[in-house]
């Protein structure tokens, strides 16, 4: 099969699908089918790549990458295929021909938000990489019938709803009925002699679903697998028969359950067991799928390694390490010793989170009543780690199995011939810190791969204006070459230039505006500097000094209304899990403030606090581009990498920011005098902790106290002055991300910056240079650094038979 696409042949696809797959005319046709037709005739372009690649990797049987992850927050497929097979233009004609605008059918789609922030869309943008490196790739995880919750606001207050993505037919995906696995649970394990064998209390199947994901121009397109849940038996007719209908369809029901919703915990653990059923699930099906796939072509499972390289996105998939020795021992018949070597130098680990609320254990017995056979494997495992340690005379003492847990990062670790965090500054601390034991015993496994974002849907797909000039100024190669940005350093120092770089960004404050106006009945006006922080709300994220910030700010207007202020609009977005209470306290008080200050007649344009609800990938990709200033405060030492700051620095906007995660690098790529570092160092951190008084900071700073007062006594509540109290209460007890600590540091650097955006000249110059300097953060050269140190994996892109 040939022929990616003949011009002038989508207005007839689109026509065809219209009538042959949604069933309707165009006189009766609603903004949604035309998406779906639109969508139909868009994923036809992909076929004939999609079979070309995995026929190719068939023939030539080469290695194979099996991305793991829990979450792919993917957002709107539909306009980042469109511009991956660069159809935009067509698709606007075929479209207004009818009348239709490409604009309100792309934005008809609803997110496809099967995570819930950075990790999830992390793996997102390493699909697109893969596709478009030609790396031979497979992404695995759950197709959860309902995604990340949506979010509104009563009153202030975070409001959750159930996220119904599936309800309009989803057309990316091609459902695989026969492709079926057999996924247990429970039951027991029954030894004879030297053989095992796992005889499950439960059986569900796990089925997949296909969406081919392409690459930049399509010159290479892999798949992701997501695994639904299914009913081993679908209906037991006996209880119909009497007359028990809901009993008759409960197998069905419970089956189902396990892929029913994604867990909305960001960087928290939720030590449930339908978690570790979900975890198991995916992992279990993907595994067996790959055995199908390497035993095809290949008869010694222990030469799997040669084939497959497995990446574990976080430790939700650590199960695979002994999910694999078991089906390589019990089930295909290695020894224990050889199906441990093979499965360790088939697993790769990539470590999220050094904070120890997201550390996932799981009790020995939850474990053991869920999957009997794994926890006996668990044990072997954990002994040859113990012997290794034994060799090794470190003095130091990791185990698996500790105080009755099964401690996932461990199991992770030990079942994998790679580790790596996600930033140069998380893989120094991992080393210090949760894996420093591990690290003595190992010292040749941890490495880094500093995250990336992919410039397709981050930059190329979000910005047409700033796409556009640099298509024009140093020619399209940027878009799969995004070091090439750097063609345009020099022209920081051009006004006209600079003056064509900012235009674009007005604009795009513009149409923000414009949004805002309509969306949520509120003025703002474009020449303000757009101040961005969005990400979930989390406190070491720490929006809370973001908002005593623009509280203190609002303070110092009032006190001198005509001094000379920058005009300001912050906006805030992010969700909070349902049951992070405190994380949902700093949304309300957020929203108080907000009211508070864009009332007041004397703050008038000068400052203006916006925050939009149901922050997600298309909010983004919306926002990012307008962005004058970029929020990355984090409690240094907390965030592993962030990518949210890699986006905002590639769309020109300046960050503001503390030695954490990859700012430290996105710092030493755009240079010191074109971000603004404030606050202590995680060292500094680490040393503030001996002794802390969050009142002793409050005290010293006048600012500050100004603004919890007015929080005490319910400046922000009128008429509810206790509201706040708990926020408040939290602060003093324990802050334990140092925000009283960093506060006055961060105030006198956004002062930096109201000076910095006053001078016109100045802030475009730096604008520029975030651009022209930060192409390395793209996803591309993260995935061929994995690809390299880590997976031994070449591209197969443009390779010739
Ligand atoms: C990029 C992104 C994130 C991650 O942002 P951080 O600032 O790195 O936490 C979270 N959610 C969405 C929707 C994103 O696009």
Known sequence: MKDIYEPGSLTQAIDFHLAHSVGKTPDTASTTDWRLALSRAVRDKLIAPWFEATNRTYAKDRKRVYYLSMEFLLGRILEDAVNNLELEDDAREALAKHGVSFADVVNDEP?????????????????????????????????????????????????????????????????????????????????????????????????????????????????????????????????????????????????????????????????????????????????????????????????????????????????????????LSDVHGLSFDDAFDTAQNTLHYTNHTLLPEALEAWDVGLMRSILPRHMQLIERIDDRLGRDVAMSKTGVTPRIVENNVVNMGTLAFTCSRRVNGVSALHTDLMKQTVFSDLHKVYPERILNQTNGVTPRRWLHG????????????????????????????????????????????????????????????????????????????????????????????????????DADWTPRVKFFGGKAAPAYVDAKNIIRLINDIAQSINTDPVIGDRLKVVYPPNYNVSLAEMLIPAADLSEQISTAGKEASGTGNMKFALNGAVTIGTLDGANVEICDHVGATNIYIFGMTAAEVQAAREGYVTQDYIDRSPILNEVIEQVRTGFYSPGDPTRHW???????????????????????????????????????????????????????????????????????AGETE
């Not at 990790?119 to 490196?133: E, V």
């Not at 940027?478 to 345009?488: A, G, K, M, R």
């Not at 110059?765 to 140190?789: C, E, H, P």
Request: with cysteine.
């Open 111 to 327: 997110d496809a938000a099967l995570g819930n922030g950075g990790l999830g869309r992390l793996a997102a943008c390493f699909l697109d990489s893969m596709s478009c490196l030609g790396i031979p790739a497979y992404g695995y995880g759950i197709r959860y019938a309902h995604g990340l919750f949506r979010q509104s606001f009563d009153q202030g207050k975070q409001v959750e709803m159930a996220e119904d993505w599936l309800r309009h037919q989803h057309n990316w995906e091609f459902e695989r009925s026969e492709c079926l696995y057999d996924i247990g649970f429970g039951g027991e394990v029954i030894e004879t002699g030297a053989q095992a064998k796992w005889s499950p209390s439960d059986i569900v199947m796990a089925q997949a679903y296909d969406t081919p994901v392409a690459g930049w121009q399509a010159r290479w397109t892999n798949t992701l697998r997501l695994w639904s849940a299914k009913p081993k038996k679908i209906f037991d007719l006996d209880p119909f028969n009497r007359g028990e209908y809901m009993q008759a369809a409960a197998p069905a029901v419970l089956a189902e359950t396990i892929s029913r919703v994604l867990y909305p915990d960001d960087s928290t653990e939720t030590g449930k067991a339908l978690r570790l059923k979900q975890e198991f699930f995916f992992t279990s099906a993907s595994l067996q799928d790959l055995l199908r796939r390497f035993l095809t072509h290949n008869g010694d499972l222990r030469a799997l390694p040669t084939k497959v390289a497995i990446q574990m996105n976080d430790t939700h998939p650590a199960i695979a390490g002994p999910e694999l020795i078991r089906l």
């Open 726 to 796: 708990p926020v408040l209460e939290k602060l003093l007890r324990d802050d334990y991300f140092m925000v009283a600590a960093d506060f006055d540091a961060y105030w006198d650097a956004q002062r930096r910056v109201d000076g910095g955006f006053a001078n016109k000249d100045a802030w475009a110059r730096m604008a520029v240079l975030n651009t022209a300097l930060s192409g390395w953060f793209s996803s591309d050269r993260t995935i061929q650094g994995y690809a390299k140190d880590i997976w031994g994996i070449d591209s197969l």
């Open 462 to 561: 979000c910005n047409p204006g700033l796409r556009d000039l640099l298509n024009e100024t140093i020619g399209t190669e940027w878009v799969s070459d995004l070091e090439q940005l750097e063609n345009i350093a020099p022209l920081a120092d051009d006004p006209a230039f600079r003056k064509r770089f900012m235009a674009i960004k007005q604009d795009n404050k513009r149409r923000l505006a414009d949004w805002v106006a309509e969306n949520m009945n509120l003025q703002i006006s474009p020449d303000a500097m757009f101040d961005i922080q969005i990400k979930r709300i989390h406190e070491y994220k720490r929006q809370l000094m973001n908002a005593f910030e623009t509280a203190a700010l609002a303070n110092a207007i009032r006190r001198e209304p």
